[in-house]
C-alpha cells in the first residue's frame, strides 16, 4: 500500500470512529440532487457530483454557466486511443475543479446491443475490449485531477425502454465475457466510483443486486470505491445496503436516512454493513480532497498541466470523424482548386454538438459547419434543403437581444433574473435567492427583430401552465401535459406548442414565456424554452434550392442526421431512418452534382441508402462545440480523418442480428447470448454496410508482417500512398477484438505496433475463467472485415 493510501485509511477509520449511527447514515444519502451532506466535525465537506459524459455541466444546469462539450462518447470511442480518452479525461477534470465538482457521473459503459438504444450515442462501442480500453483512459485522466468518477450504469443497461422496471435476462457467460467486462477493466484501472443501473438483471434489481455488486464487484475485482444508486434507483431500506450500495441518490427518495438508523436499530441491518458504507464515502472524500487532514489523491500541484478546451475539442473531433466511403478520392478538397461549395442542410447551420439528457451541457459557443468552412476561407454558398426537426429550435442568433430568465414570487417580484445564451431555461437546482415557498412565476423574455416579414412562429417547450405574449399579444395562455412518465424526458424533451404569428421585417417586438412553476414533490426542476422559426419556403421550394445550389456548385456538402427527438434518454429509437426528408435532399443533390460529399450528424447508425451513389461519407458523429473547424481540418485535408468504427453499421434495420429493446411482460430476454455487433454480423444472412473498425484516412497501408510473442502481437504496416498518415492497427484473437494500437509513418516507411494480448484473450467463462483449447487464430487488418495477416497459435 502507498504511504498515501496508508495515511487516507488512517484518516477514514479515525473519522469513522468518530461518527454516530444518525450522522453515519446522513452521508449516505443525498443532501439535494447532487450532493452529499457535509459533516464539519471530522472535517468532511460536501461532496458535489455532476453529470456528465462529455462535459462537466455543474450543479447549475444554465447556459449562465457554460461547460466544454467535447464530442459524444461513440466519437470518442472512434478515435481507437486510449490516450486521447485520457486527454479527455484531463479536461474534463480540469472543468470539474473549475467548477466545484467532486465527482463526475461517468463514463457510460453499457454496450450497443441494439443501435435502437436511445442512449447509444452516450455508451462507447459494440465491443467489451474497446469500451474497457476507452473508458479506462477516460477515468485515468479526470481522476488525475482527484476528481471521481462514477463508471455507469452497472450494469446490462443497454436500451432505455421501461429502464426502471425492466428485467434483462443475461446467461452468466455473456454477463463475464461482455456486458461485466468493460466495468472489469475500469475497476482494474481504478476507477473510485461505480453508478448501480435502474434496471433488473436476472430478476433482482440492479441496485439490490449481492450477487453482482457485494459478490463480484467489491469482492472479486477487489473494488474499494463507492457504488451509488442511478438518480432514483434505490428504492427499498434494506434490500438495497445488503446488495451492497453505498450512495442513494438524490435527497428526495432516498430510502435511507432515519429509515435506515433505525432498522439498524432494530437488528435488520447489520452495523458493519452501514460502516463498510461511510469506509467508502470517506475513502472517496479523501481521495478528492474533501477529507480535512489528509492531501487529495493527487495533490493539486501533480495535477496534468492546463488544457485549451477549445482546441482538444477541435483535435478530438477530427480524429474521431469516419471516412466511411470515398471511392473516387474527392476528398480531401483541394482548396485551391475548389471552386463554389454547396452546403446544405439544417444541421449544417444548425449542428447538433451533443446528444439529448442528462448528457446536455451549454457550450460557451457552437462553430457549426457553416461557420467552420467559412472561416477556412471556402466559399460557401448556404442552403437549408430540408430540416429534420420536429420541433423549434430554441430562440438564439442576431434577430434576438437581451434574453433574460427572471424568476418572480406571487407579488411579481424579483427574486432572481440572468441572461440567458438562448432561449433553453433549464434549472436542476433553484437559483439564489429562489426557494420552493416564494418562487411563482419563471419567464423568459427576449427582443425579436425580424429579419423578414411574414408568417414566424414562436414556440413553448415545457410541461405545466405558460402565457406566452409578444408586444401587446397574446399568442398563448395554457397548459402543455407530459408525454411520457419517466422525468428525464419530460424535463429534457418536454412537448413543444407552436403559435404562428406576423411579424414585420425591422421592427422589434418584446417577447415573454412565463411559466406558473409548480415544483414537483422533492425536486427543484425547472425547464422552459421559447423557441423560435422564421418564415421559410415549403419543403418542396427548399429542396429544389438545394438541387439548385448542388448543381451550380464545384462540390455539394450536404450535412444530414438525427435530432433531439431521435436520440436522447428516456427513450428508445423507433427506426434507424434519417427524420424527415434528408434521404430525398442527399439523393436529389447526389443526382445534381457528382462531387456529393455527405457528412452524417448522429451519434449511432442510421440508414443511407444514397450511399453507393455519393462521392464521400464522413461519419462525424455528435461533434462538440468545435464541429466546424474540425470539419473543415478534415475537408481539406488539414487534418486525417482519424475515426474508425466503434459499432458495426447496417444497411439496413432489419438486418441488424439483434435490434429489439422492448421488453415482453417486463423481460427483455438477451436471447444473442455474447453474440452481439461483429460477432452477430458475422454469420448473419445479410452482411452490414461497413463493419466494425472500419475507416479510411487519406494514405493506404500495406500489412506486412504478424507475429505473436508471448503475450504480444507485433505488426509490421508500410504506409504506401503519398501522404504521412495514422492507422489503427486492429488484432483479434478466435475472432474477437484482442488489441489494438495506433501508428503513424510517413510515405513509404513501415511502423510496428506492439499490441499486449490480455490474459483474457484465450480465455472463456465456464463457470470460471478457463483456457480456451488450441488451435487458435491470431489475425490482423484494419477492420473486422479486412485481416489480410493470419497466424495460427
Ligand atoms: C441517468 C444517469 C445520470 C443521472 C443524474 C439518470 O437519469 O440515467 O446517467 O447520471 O440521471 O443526472
Avoid at 168 to 187: D, M, W
Avoid at 410 to 432: C, F, N, Q
Avoid at 661 to 674: H, I, K, N, R
Wanted: proline share 8%.
Amino acid at each position: 500500500m502507498s504511504a498515501l493510501r496508508t495515511e487516507h485509511e488512517a484518516a477514514v477509520e479515525s473519522a469513522l470512529a468518530a461518527l454516530d449511527l444518525d450522522t453515519k447514515v446522513s452521508i449516505l444519502s443525498g443532501q439535494d440532487m447532487w450532493s452529499l451532506p457535509a459533516v464539519p466535525a471530522i472535517g468532511l465537506a460536501s461532496i458535489v457530483m455532476s453529470d456528465g459524459p462529455i462535459g462537466v455541466r455543474g450543479t447549475q444546469w444554465s447556459a449562465a454557466d457554460p461547460s466544454i462539450a467535447l464530442p459524444s462518447p461513440t466519437a470518442l470511442a472512434a478515435t481507437w486511443d486510449p490516450e486521447l480518452a485520457r486527454r479527455a479525461g484531463n479536461l474534463l477534470g480540469q472543468e470539474a475543479r473549475r467548477k466545484g465538482v467532486h465527482v463526475l457521473l461517468a463514463p457510460t459503459v453499457n454496450l450497443h446491443r441494439s443501435p435502437l438504444g436511445g442512449r447509444h450515442f452516450e455508451a462507447y462501442s459494440e465491443d467489451p475490449l474497446l469500451t474497457g480500453a476507452i473508458g479506462a483512459g477516460y477515468v485515468r485522466g479526470v481522476q488525475e485531477h482527484s476528481v471521481g468518477t462514477t463508471v455507469k450504469h452497472f450494469v446490462a443497461n443497454d436500451a432505455e425502454t421501461d429502464r426502471f422496471t425492466v428485467d434483462n435476462r443475461v446467461s452468466e457467460k455473456t454477463l463475464r465475457e461482455v456486458y461485466l467486462a468493460p466495468f472489469e477493466a475500469i475497476v482494474a484501472a481504478g476507477a473510485w466510483g461505480v453508478m448501480a443501473a435502474y434496471n433488473k438483471v436476472n430478476g433482482t434489481t440492479m441496485t439490490e443486486h449481492a450477487p453482482l455488486q457485494r459478490d463480484v464487484l467489491k469482492g472479486e475485482w477487489g473494488f474499494d470505491g463507492f457504488i451509488i444508486s442511478d438518480w432514483m434507483a434505490a428504492r427499498d431500506t434494506v434490500a438495497t445496503v445488503t446488495g451492497g450500495l453505498d450512495v442513494a441518490m438524490p435527497a428526495v427518495g432516498s430510502p435511507w436516512g432515519r429509515r435506515l438508523a433505525d432498522a439498524v436499530r432494530a437488528g435488520a441491518v447489520d452495523p458493519e454493513l452501514v460502516d463498510d458504507q461511510v469506509r467508502r464515502v470517506l475513502r472517496l472524500a479523501a481521495r478528492v480532497g474533501a477529507l480535512d487532514g489528509v492531501p487529495p489523491a493527487v495533490p493539486a500541484a501533480d495535477r496534468p498541466a492546463a488544457i485549451d478546451g477549445d482546441a482538444l475539442a477541435r483535435e478530438l473531433a477530427a480524429r474521431s470523424f469516419v471516412l466511411a466511403a470515398n471511392p473516387r478520392g474527392v476528398l480531401p478538397l483541394d482548396p485551391a482548386a475548389t471552386g463554389t461549395i454547396a452546403l446544405i442542410g439544417a444541421l449544417a447551420r444548425d449542428a447538433r454538438i451533443l446528444g439529448g439528457g442528462s448528457a446536455f451541457v451549454f457550450p460557451p459557443h457552437v462553430v457549426s459547419p457553416l461557420d467552420g468552412l467559412t472561416a477556412a476561407g471556402l466559399k460557401v454558398e448556404y442552403a437549408l434543403g430540408a430540416d429534420p426537426r420536429t420541433k423549434l429550435p430554441p430562440a438564439t442568433g442576431p434577430q434576438w437581444a437581451g434574453l433574460t430568465a427572471t424568476f418572480r414570487d406571487r407579488d411579481g417580484a424579483v427574486l432572481h433574473t440572468t441572461p440567458l445564451g438562448s432561449g433553453r431555461g433549464l434549472w436542476m437546482e433553484l437559483p439564489a435567492g429562489v426557494d420552493r415557498d416564494n418562487l411563482a412565476t419563471a419567464e423568459i423574455t427576449g427582443r425579436l427583430t425580424p429579419a423578414v416579414t411574414g408568417t414566424h412562429e414562436l414556440g413553448v417547450r415545457g410541461v405545466g401552465r405558460f402565457t406566452l405574449t409578444a408586444g401587446e399579444q397574446t399568442v398563448f395562455d395554457g397548459a402543455l401535459l407530459p408525454e411520457s412518465s419517466d422525468p428525464a424526458a419530460i424535463f429534457l424533451a418536454p412537448p413543444e406548442q407552436r403559435c404562428p404569428i406576423e411579424l414585420a421585417a425591422g421592427v422589434p417586438v418584446d417577447v415573454t414565456l412565463r411559466q406558473q412553476v409548480m415544483l414537483p414533490e422533492g425536486f427543484a426542476v425547472v425547464s422552459l424554452t421559447l423557441s423560435f422559426g422564421e418564415p421559410t419556403a415549403s419543403e418542396d421550394a427548399l429542396l429544389e434550392q438545394a438541387v439548385r445550389a448542388a448543381a451550380a456548385a464545384d462540390v455539394a456538402v450536404v450535412v444530414v442526421g438525427t435530432t433531439e427527438e431521435v436520440e436522447s434518454e428516456g427513450f428508445d429509437r423507433t427506426c434507424l431512418a434519417l427524420p424527415g426528408r434528408q434521404d430525398e435532399l442527399v439523393a436529389r443533390v447526389a443526382a445534381a452534382n457528382p462531387n456529393t460529399i455527405v457528412v452524417v450528424n448522429a451519434g449511432s447508425p442510421v440508414e443511407l441508402p444514397w450511399a453507393d451513389d455519393v462521392a464521400a461519407v464522413l461519419l462525424t458523429w455528435f461533434p462538440g462545440q468545435e464541429a466546424g473547424h474540425a470539419l473543415a481540418d478534415v475537408l481539406t485535408g488539414a487534418a486525417e480523418p482519424g475515426g474508425r468504427l466503434p459499432t458495426t453499421w447496417p444497411v439496413r434495420e432489419q438486418d441488424c442480428p439483434v435490434l429489439g429493446t422492448t421488453p415482453a411482460d417486463g423481460v427483455l430476454e438477451y436471447a444473442e447470448d455474447v453474440r452481439i455487433g461483429y460477432r452477430a454480423w458475422d454469420g448473419a444472412p445479410v452482411a452490414p454496410r461497413w463493419w466494425f473498425g472500419h475507416g479510411l484516412g487519406y494514405t493506404t497501408w500495406a500489412y506486412e508482417q504478424l507475429a505473436v510473442d508471448g503475450a504480444e502481437a507485433v505488426v509490421t504496416v508500410r504506409n504506401t500512398g503519398a501522404r504521412p498518415g495514422r492507422e489503427t492497427v486492429q488484432v483479434y484473437a478466435d475472432g474477437r477484438l484482442a488489441g489494438f494500437a495506433t501508428v503513424t509513418a510517413d510515405p513509404g516507411r513501415t511502423a510496428t505496433a506492439r499490441i499486449p494480448l490480455p490474459e483474457r484473450t484465450f480465455q472463456h467463462w465456464d463457470g470460471g475463467w478457463a483456457p480456451v483449447p488450441g488451435p487458435h487464430h491470431v489475425t490482423a487488418g484494419p477492420s473486422y472485415a479486412t485481416r489480410p495477416l493470419t497466424t495460427t497459435l
